[in-house]
């Protein structure tokens, strides 16, 4: 997929990749993006593949002056899915925003390498990832944030969260900061935990079920992330499906 988007225009993508049957499937798709300066682009990706399906993606941004980027990628299950998104700032005062949540039960895997390239001045990235793995279920995060000399006033912050309900799921994350300017503002973090039973105990004792009380705080984690989705029709769709991997087991 190739997007030529020119100056000032204002763009909606929407990608969805589901497995409709129970065939194992391989998918390979790259997304290439020239924004021109002072547009707006918004575009989210959805993910649900059986579990022996590999998906494998690309996401190749180029950002030009004065343009906004906003991109939300969602993942559900599925057997090893790749994300790998590498965003360049060609222009000053360009601004991004990459996001995603990710519920990976079963023996999924999912794995997200992201580079955020600041070449530009006074640029500035956001990103805020939420992963939530049962069963056997893998996570790897490898997040990247790049200040090139000579792009000054870079505001770069980088979150990646998971909430583990298995003793069994696995989560590996490594954010890195690399920047070779002196006048920045750049921070990135990662937690990862399970279910805090203190508030598990609070919804119980006020007649809530285990089950019903996990799911709400699930909801909770992931919806931080979700909302984010500026879109409504596609946000409301996206926390549907989200509420149904929870509800199912």
């Given at each position: 997929l190739y997007f030529e988007i020119g100056s000032a225009a204002k763009v909606e993508i929407i990608e969805s990749h589901l497995s409709?049957?129970?065939?194992?499937?391989?998918?390979?798709?790259?997304?290439?993006?020239?924004?021109?300066?002072?547009a707006r682009v918004r575009h989210v990706k959805f993910t649900q593949d059986h579990a022996d399906s590999v998906h494998l993606s690309n996401v190749i941004g180029r950002l030009g002056k004065e343009t906004d980027y906003g991109l939300f990628?969602?993942?559900?299950?599925?057997?090893?899915?790749?994300?790998?998104?590498?965003?360049?700032?060609?222009?000053?005062d360009a601004k991004a925003d990459i996001?995603?949540?990710?519920?990976?039960?079963?023996?999924?895997?999912?794995?997200?390498?992201?580079?955020?390239?600041?070449?530009?001045?006074?640029?500035?990235?956001?990103?805020?990832?939420?992963?939530?793995l049962n069963g056997e279920g893998r996570a790897v995060f490898q997040g990247k944030v790049i200040v090139q000399p000579g792009a000054q006033k870079t505001d770069g912050s980088m979150m990646s969260k998971a909430l583990l309900l298995s003793d069994d799921a696995e989560f590996d994350s490594k954010p890195e900061l690399e920047i070779y300017a002196d006048?920045?503002?750049?921070?990135?973090?990662?937690?990862?935990?399970?279910?805090?039973?203190e508030l598990l105990f609070y919804l119980k004792a006020r007649g809530i079920s285990d089950k019903e009380a996990r799911a709400l705080l699930i909801q909770a984690f992931v919806g931080e992330a979700l909302e984010?989705?500026?879109?409504?029709?596609?946000?409301?769709?996206?926390?549907?499906?989200?509420?149904?991997?929870?509800?199912?087991?």
């Open positions: 409709l049957n129970d065939q194992a499937t391989q998918t390979n798709v790259v997304a290439e993006l020239n924004v021109g300066d002072w990628q969602v993942t559900l299950d599925g057997g090893i899915t790749r994300n790998q998104v590498e965003i360049r700032y060609d222009g000053d996001s995603g949540a990710a519920l990976l039960n079963g023996k999924s895997h999912a794995d997200l390498t992201l580079v955020m390239d600041h070449a530009a001045l006074g640029c500035e990235s956001r990103e805020l990832f939420k992963t939530v006048d920045v503002l750049c921070g990135h973090g990662a937690t990862t935990g399970q279910i805090d039973d984010l989705i500026e879109n409504d029709v596609v946000r409301d769709f996206l926390i549907e499906r989200t509420v149904a991997w929870y509800e199912k087991d």
